[in-house]
């Protein structure tokens, strides 16, 4: 099994693409390209970041944010997984403080990247949605999410890591996708012997709330959080049309990071025409 050294490295290469801040409600603000390099050195033992932002619009002109970093070893806060995709946030939550999550898939050419951010107050403010596309490729952007995209039954596998246990522990995942009212949604989700349901098709105001993104992206996040109640936050991206990730982190009742889990899911194709 790969190391998160050995995990965090299949994401190097030279990245352009964009960062677009969202509001509450999925709407797109403003948008700035961006190019992001992350290279190897001293024979892998060191990773180098840079991250270039250009907020006139122009990649050819000097860029407007110039961020260099160099890595040795990963904190506890960012948790990589076997593909490469990652999930990195606070490792404890305080009152009066800000909150955010940020979340990283990866696939081929392809990188799609969603911060998720709260206010001092708790409650959910906004997002960034980050598209990347590995320099020289001839990678594309996904179609915009959609409820009819996620309708059915889909089954993979799923890796979580614990706040005291650095080693993935794997399980099979299964997960089912319903509209049980026409209009709102509903997913139930297996990992293992754990069972949960999102029932987000509840009268009135429900307690979290889905955002269907561009590129095939999905941000299910609580409406408030606080360091007194356990809870959980989570993206997606459906990175082709029968094959989903899904990346979530929980806190438990006093607002400490649990852990982070990584699915990769297959549409169960076994279903059409059986009928």
Known sequence: MASQWQNFQRNLGDWRGSFTNLDAAGQPLEATPSLLTLSSAEEGRVVHFRLRRFAGGDVSEP?????????????????????????????????????????????GDRRHRLVQLFGDDGGFT??????????????????PLSLDQLIGSWQGQDATIEADWPEPTLTTASMAVEQPDGHGLRLETQLGAEHTVDDLSSDGEPPARLLLLPDGGLSL?????????????????????????????????????????????????SQIGSG
């Open 221 to 269: 996040a609580p409406l408030r959080i606080t360091h007194r109640q356990a809870f959980r936050v989570e993206a997606g991206w459906l990175e082709s049309p029968d094959c989903w990730q899904r990346l979530i982190r929980r806190y438990g009742p006093r607002g400490e990071w649990l852990s982070s889990t990584h699915l990769v899911l297959q549409r169960n194709l």
């Open 63 to 107: 860029p407007t944010q110039d961020t260099a970093q160099e890595y040795r070893t990963l904190g506890k806060q960012v948790v990589f997984f076997d593909n490469g995709s990652f999930s990195k946030g606070s490792l404890q939550i305080a009152p009066a403080t800000r909150f955010g999550a940020e979340y990283g898939f990866i696939s």
């Open 126 to 143: 906004s997002l960034v949605l980050i598209r990347e596309f590995r320099a020289g490729s001839a990678a594309c952007e996904r179609p």
